[in-house]
């Protein structure tokens, strides 16, 4: 494939990005028979347009994580929905859980099993939306300040209230995925009410499609080590995830996206 002119190169790493959720520059070299140098050129001009994100190794699609999340149900919606649903299946009958905001948690929320009780606990105005006529759902709204960016429910008094309530399962939101700096956040509150109610659960959940992967937002909210269970796209390499695995990282990967998935029920696979 060496043959392929520039805007053909990237017209096809633009498809890469978009099926896969990121791609490495050693990988396309591969791919397309050129140097990695190529490809680096091809991602830097391709930044630069705004058409990706530059990480280490190679690129990501532009991060909705910088979006409002009351946007983002609309973003990656059939990749969030596949998460959503294997996600949705750790949740055991007659337990409480906390689902945090975010358009893959919203995901989640709406592929909680309409036969089990279960009770969720939410501080998401847009999770309330998808649960709030389930019978089954018993739902507890974290009351305080409503933080119209993140349509999350923010400051002190969600904290308090977070507090006080012990969950069997806590979904949490994740601007930034690593493997050694952990989950992180691009909101100093968003990340002090994900520790917050972290502390009050049993076990944690997060689901990120894969351009949350190789970002280090400035907060801090689960540790590399904490021991959560992570559920990713199908993307993400058994290399990948072996560097979560060996830091005590439950990976979990759905499957590949096809063009049936809206209409599927996957399994998942773990890693």
Do not use: W
């Amino acid at each position: 494939m060496s043959y392929l002119l520039l805007e053909q190169r990237q017209s096809l790493i633009k498809e890469r990005l978009g099926a896969r959720g990121r791609v490495l520059a050693a990988e396309l070299a591969r791919e397309l028979e050129v140097s990695e140098d190529t490809i680096r050129r091809d991602l830097r001009e391709m930044a630069a347009a705004g058409l990706c994100r530059r990480v280490y190794g190679g690129a990501l699609p532009i991060s909705p994580a910088s979006a409002p999340n009351l946007e983002r149900p609309t973003n990656f919606a059939n990749r969030n929905a596949i998460l959503g649903k294997v996600a949705a299946r750790l949740v055991p009958p007659s337990s409480t859980i906390f689902i945090d905001a975010g358009s893959t948690n919203a995901a989640v929320a709406m592929e909680l099993s309409r036969d089990n009780n279960i009770t969720v606990v939410t501080n998401s105005i847009v999770v309330l939306g998808a649960i709030a006529n389930r019978s089954n759902i018993e739902v507890i709204l974290i009351g305080g300040r409503l933080d119209q960016r993140s349509g999350a429910v923010l400051g002190g008094r969600a904290i308090k209230d977070a507090e006080s309530i012990h969950t069997d399962i806590c979904f949490l939101g994740a601007s930034g995925v690593d493997a050694e700096a952990g989950i992180t956040a691009f909101s100093f509150e968003e990340a002090e009410m994900g520790r917050s109610v972290a502390s009050a659960s049993r076990s944690i959940v997060v689901a990120a499609t894969l351009d949350k992967f190789g970002t280090r937002a400035p907060f801090a909210v689960v540790p590399g080590d904490e021991g959560y269970t992570l559920v990713t796209e199908h993307g993400l390499s058994s290399q990948e995830a072996a560097t979560f695995e060996r830091r005590g990282i439950n990976v979990i990967r759905a499957p590949a996206m096809t063009a049936a998935s809206a209409d599927s029920r996957p399994r998942g696979d773990r890693v």
